[in-house]
Protein backbone atom coordinates (compact mmCIF):
# COMPACT_ATOMS: atom_id res chain seq x y z
CA UNK A 1 0.00 0.00 0.00
CA UNK A 2 3.24 2.27 0.59
CA UNK A 3 4.44 2.21 -3.11
CA UNK A 4 0.65 2.52 -4.29
CA UNK A 5 -0.15 5.38 -2.12
CA UNK A 6 3.34 7.10 -3.05
CA UNK A 7 2.35 6.39 -6.88
CA UNK A 8 -0.89 8.85 -6.12
CA UNK A 9 0.87 11.29 -4.14
CA UNK A 10 3.71 11.29 -7.17
CA UNK A 11 0.57 12.03 -9.71
CA UNK A 12 -1.39 14.49 -7.73
CA UNK A 13 1.95 16.31 -7.86
CA UNK A 14 2.52 16.23 -11.33
CA UNK A 15 -0.97 17.13 -12.01
CA UNK A 16 -1.09 20.00 -10.17
CA UNK A 17 2.09 21.61 -11.63
CA UNK A 18 0.84 20.50 -14.79
CA UNK A 19 -2.41 22.04 -14.43
CA UNK A 20 -1.16 25.18 -11.96
CA UNK A 21 -0.28 28.06 -14.66
CA UNK A 22 -2.92 29.89 -15.67
CA UNK A 23 -3.55 30.97 -19.46
CA UNK A 24 -2.76 34.17 -20.06
CA UNK A 25 -5.74 36.47 -19.29
CA UNK A 26 -7.52 38.57 -22.65
CA UNK A 27 -8.10 41.61 -21.92
CA UNK A 28 -10.06 43.58 -24.18
CA UNK A 29 -9.47 47.17 -24.90
CA UNK A 30 -12.80 48.80 -25.41
CA UNK A 31 -13.99 52.38 -26.22
CA UNK A 32 -15.30 54.74 -29.11
CA UNK A 33 -13.79 55.37 -31.91
CA UNK A 34 -10.18 57.61 -31.48
CA UNK A 35 -10.19 57.16 -27.91
CA UNK A 36 -6.35 56.15 -28.21
CA UNK A 37 -7.23 52.14 -27.73
CA UNK A 38 -4.53 51.51 -30.75
CA UNK A 39 -2.12 53.94 -29.29
CA UNK A 40 -2.61 52.60 -25.49
CA UNK A 41 -2.18 48.93 -27.29
CA UNK A 42 0.98 49.65 -28.57
CA UNK A 43 2.34 51.54 -26.06
CA UNK A 44 1.75 48.46 -23.98
CA UNK A 45 3.38 46.18 -26.42
CA UNK A 46 6.51 48.23 -26.80
CA UNK A 47 6.68 49.18 -23.09
CA UNK A 48 7.03 45.19 -22.10
CA UNK A 49 7.93 43.08 -25.93
CA UNK A 50 9.46 45.96 -28.21
CA UNK A 51 6.80 45.29 -30.47
CA UNK A 52 3.62 47.25 -31.85
CA UNK A 53 0.12 45.61 -32.30
CA UNK A 54 -1.05 48.04 -35.15
CA UNK A 55 -1.29 51.35 -37.09
CA UNK A 56 -2.31 54.44 -35.19
CA UNK A 57 -4.16 57.11 -37.61
CA UNK A 58 -6.12 60.50 -36.38
CA UNK A 59 -8.68 59.09 -39.24
CA UNK A 60 -11.36 57.36 -37.82
CA UNK A 61 -11.75 53.85 -37.54
CA UNK A 62 -7.86 52.91 -38.09
CA UNK A 63 -8.47 49.41 -36.42
CA UNK A 64 -11.44 47.67 -38.01
CA UNK A 65 -10.32 44.19 -37.33
CA UNK A 66 -9.17 43.07 -33.84
CA UNK A 67 -5.54 42.71 -33.14
CA UNK A 68 -4.60 40.50 -30.42
CA UNK A 69 -0.82 40.38 -28.70
CA UNK A 70 -0.16 37.43 -26.80
CA UNK A 71 1.51 36.55 -23.80
CA UNK A 72 2.56 40.50 -23.20
CA UNK A 73 4.94 39.96 -19.12
CA UNK A 74 3.83 42.65 -16.97
CA UNK A 75 6.10 43.10 -13.93
CA UNK A 76 5.08 45.10 -10.59
CA UNK A 77 6.50 44.31 -7.32
CA UNK A 78 8.45 41.55 -8.11
CA UNK A 79 4.80 39.64 -9.60
CA UNK A 80 4.63 39.49 -13.30
CA UNK A 81 1.31 39.22 -14.62
CA UNK A 82 0.58 37.43 -17.90
CA UNK A 83 -1.74 38.92 -20.40
CA UNK A 84 -2.83 38.93 -23.90
CA UNK A 85 -3.95 42.37 -24.82
CA UNK A 86 -7.11 42.39 -27.73
CA UNK A 87 -7.44 46.06 -29.38
CA UNK A 88 -10.93 45.84 -30.71
CA UNK A 89 -12.25 48.27 -33.15
CA UNK A 90 -13.59 51.35 -31.77
CA UNK A 91 -17.92 50.90 -31.22
CA UNK A 92 -20.17 53.21 -32.29
CA UNK A 93 -24.52 53.44 -33.17
CA UNK A 94 -23.38 54.25 -36.92
CA UNK A 95 -20.24 54.31 -39.24
CA UNK A 96 -21.38 57.27 -41.79
CA UNK A 97 -18.85 57.05 -44.97
CA UNK A 98 -19.02 60.67 -45.46
CA UNK A 99 -17.11 61.06 -42.10
CA UNK A 100 -13.67 59.73 -44.15
CA UNK A 101 -14.40 61.68 -47.32
CA UNK A 102 -13.52 64.62 -44.91
CA UNK A 103 -9.74 62.94 -44.50
CA UNK A 104 -9.59 63.20 -48.11
CA UNK A 105 -10.86 59.58 -49.34
CA UNK A 106 -11.95 58.80 -52.64
CA UNK A 107 -15.66 57.64 -52.63
CA UNK A 108 -15.02 53.94 -52.79
CA UNK A 109 -12.51 54.16 -50.28
CA UNK A 110 -14.73 55.44 -47.94
CA UNK A 111 -17.54 53.58 -48.48
CA UNK A 112 -15.79 50.05 -48.02
CA UNK A 113 -13.96 51.85 -45.03
CA UNK A 114 -17.16 52.60 -43.52
CA UNK A 115 -18.49 48.65 -44.49
CA UNK A 116 -15.31 47.17 -42.80
CA UNK A 117 -16.02 49.38 -39.85
CA UNK A 118 -19.20 48.35 -39.10
CA UNK A 119 -18.17 44.81 -39.46
CA UNK A 120 -15.51 45.23 -36.80
CA UNK A 121 -17.91 46.41 -34.18
CA UNK A 122 -19.52 43.47 -34.97
CA UNK A 123 -16.65 41.56 -34.52
CA UNK A 124 -15.96 43.50 -30.98
CA UNK A 125 -18.96 43.15 -29.33
CA UNK A 126 -18.20 39.46 -29.87
CA UNK A 127 -15.00 39.35 -28.43
CA UNK A 128 -17.41 41.15 -25.26
CA UNK A 129 -19.56 38.48 -24.94
CA UNK A 130 -17.58 35.66 -25.93
CA UNK A 131 -13.75 36.26 -25.54
CA UNK A 132 -12.38 38.15 -22.90
CA UNK A 133 -11.51 37.95 -19.58
CA UNK A 134 -11.19 42.02 -18.40
CA UNK A 135 -11.85 44.67 -20.13
CA UNK A 136 -9.98 48.23 -20.70
CA UNK A 137 -12.26 50.79 -21.58
CA UNK A 138 -10.15 53.51 -23.20
CA UNK A 139 -11.81 57.12 -23.10
CA UNK A 140 -10.62 60.52 -24.72
CA UNK A 141 -10.84 62.53 -21.73
CA UNK A 142 -11.18 66.03 -24.16
CA UNK A 143 -14.53 64.73 -25.16
CA UNK A 144 -17.64 64.11 -23.00
CA UNK A 145 -18.17 60.41 -21.68
CA UNK A 146 -21.28 60.54 -20.63
CA UNK A 147 -23.02 58.92 -24.53
CA UNK A 148 -24.99 56.24 -25.39
CA UNK A 149 -22.47 53.75 -26.77
CA UNK A 150 -20.33 54.47 -23.65
CA UNK A 151 -23.32 53.87 -21.28
CA UNK A 152 -24.29 50.66 -23.38
CA UNK A 153 -21.29 49.15 -23.37
CA UNK A 154 -20.03 49.58 -20.12
CA UNK A 155 -23.59 48.12 -18.96
CA UNK A 156 -22.83 45.19 -20.86
CA UNK A 157 -19.17 44.42 -19.13
CA UNK A 158 -21.08 44.87 -16.05
CA UNK A 159 -23.56 42.05 -16.86
CA UNK A 160 -20.89 39.77 -17.75
CA UNK A 161 -19.37 40.68 -14.28
CA UNK A 162 -15.96 40.95 -16.11
CA UNK A 163 -13.42 43.08 -14.38
CA UNK A 164 -13.07 46.50 -15.90
CA UNK A 165 -10.64 49.72 -15.42
CA UNK A 166 -11.26 52.73 -17.14
CA UNK A 167 -8.46 54.83 -18.47
CA UNK A 168 -9.03 58.37 -19.15
CA UNK A 169 -6.51 58.91 -21.73
CA UNK A 170 -5.07 62.33 -23.66
CA UNK A 171 -4.51 64.12 -20.60
CA UNK A 172 -1.71 66.34 -22.37
CA UNK A 173 -4.36 67.58 -24.03
CA UNK A 174 -5.84 71.27 -22.66
CA UNK A 175 -9.87 70.35 -22.79
CA UNK A 176 -8.71 67.27 -21.29
CA UNK A 177 -11.16 66.71 -17.08
CA UNK A 178 -10.67 63.84 -15.82
CA UNK A 179 -13.21 64.76 -12.88
CA UNK A 180 -15.76 64.80 -16.14
CA UNK A 181 -15.51 60.83 -16.84
CA UNK A 182 -15.20 59.86 -13.00
CA UNK A 183 -18.63 62.06 -12.52
CA UNK A 184 -20.23 59.79 -15.47
CA UNK A 185 -19.05 56.43 -14.27
CA UNK A 186 -18.50 56.89 -10.63
CA UNK A 187 -18.76 53.23 -9.76
CA UNK A 188 -15.59 52.44 -11.69
CA UNK A 189 -11.62 53.55 -11.02
CA UNK A 190 -10.45 55.81 -13.25
CA UNK A 191 -6.66 56.19 -14.14
CA UNK A 192 -5.72 59.43 -16.05
CA UNK A 193 -2.95 59.03 -18.70
CA UNK A 194 -1.48 59.88 -21.90
CA UNK A 195 -0.57 57.03 -24.56
CA UNK A 196 0.69 59.03 -26.43
CA UNK A 197 3.41 60.71 -24.35
CA UNK A 198 3.59 57.87 -21.82
CA UNK A 199 2.72 59.83 -18.81
CA UNK A 200 1.23 57.91 -15.94
CA UNK A 201 1.79 54.43 -17.43
CA UNK A 202 3.03 53.36 -14.40
CA UNK A 203 -0.11 53.55 -12.41
CA UNK A 204 -1.88 52.09 -15.54
CA UNK A 205 0.47 48.96 -14.81
CA UNK A 206 -0.08 48.79 -11.68
CA UNK A 207 -3.77 48.75 -11.62
CA UNK A 208 -3.76 46.24 -14.87
CA UNK A 209 -1.74 43.90 -12.25
CA UNK A 210 -3.98 44.56 -10.07
CA UNK A 211 -7.34 44.15 -12.10
CA UNK A 212 -6.44 41.07 -13.64
CA UNK A 213 -4.23 39.22 -12.64
Not at 163 to 188: F, G, M, T, W
Amino acid sequence: MGLLTNLKDSISRAASTLFSEEDPKRIGIYGPPNAGKTTLANRIARDWTGDAVGPESHVPHETRRARRKEDIEIERDGKTVTIDIVDTPGVTTKVDYTEFLEHDMEKDDAVRRSREATEGVAEAMHWLREDVDGVIYVLDSATDPFTQVNTMLIGIIESQDLPVLILANKIDLEDSSVQRIRNAYPQHETIPLSALEGDNMDEVYDKIAEYFS
